[in-house]
């Protein structure tokens, strides 16, 4: 692949030479041929942005439904979390239930004695 950066060199079309009567037709002839080079390397150009610009969007659009992804697994997780949370306090709160109820009829059970 030839290289299709453009420079000012690249896009210079007229050298400055005052055309004479007899050059003016090869002017215009050479003057049209470095037109057509500039052009052809400028549409190389475009068309390489035009690629990039396209895998950009499509790695951004891969992206983007991933972080769907992620965000669905996350509220999920969310959503177990909170209820191990609950499920945790709960049977903390029944354990302690259940210890005081031993000590009670532990306590009972010695006075009874």
Same mark, same amino acid.
């Given at each position: 692949? @030839?290289?299709?950066?453009?420079?000012?060199?690249?896009?210079?079309?007229?050298?400055?030479?005052?055309?004479?009567?007899?050059?003016?037709?090869?002017? /215009?002839?050479?003057?049209?041929?470095?037109?057509?080079?500039? #052009?052809?390397? /400028?549409?190389?150009?475009?068309? @390489?942005?035009?690629?990039?610009?396209?895998?950009?969007?499509?790695?951004?659009?891969?992206?983007?439904?991933?972080?769907?992804?992620?965000?669905?697994?996350?509220?999920?997780?969310?959503?177990?979390?909170?209820?191990?949370?609950?499920?945790?306090? /709960?049977?903390?709160?029944?354990?302690?239930?259940?210890?005081?109820?031993?000590?009670?009829? #532990?306590?009972?059970?010695?006075?009874?004695?």
């Amino acid at each position: 692949m @030839s290289d299709y950066r453009l420079t000012n060199e690249k896009m210079k079309t007229y050298d400055g030479e005052t055309p004479s009567l007899f050059k003016t037709g090869a002017k /215009l002839a050479e003057i049209g041929e470095k037109q057509n080079t500039a #052009n052809e390397a /400028l549409a190389a150009n475009v068309n @390489s942005l035009i690629k990039r610009v396209c895998a950009l969007e499509e790695e951004h659009l891969k992206t983007v439904e991933i972080m769907k992804k992620i965000a669905t697994e996350l509220n999920a997780f969310k959503k177990e979390l909170d209820r191990l949370r609950l499920s945790d306090k /709960l049977n903390s709160n029944a354990v302690a239930r259940l210890d005081k109820a031993v000590r009670l009829l #532990n306590e009972n059970n010695s006075e009874n004695e």
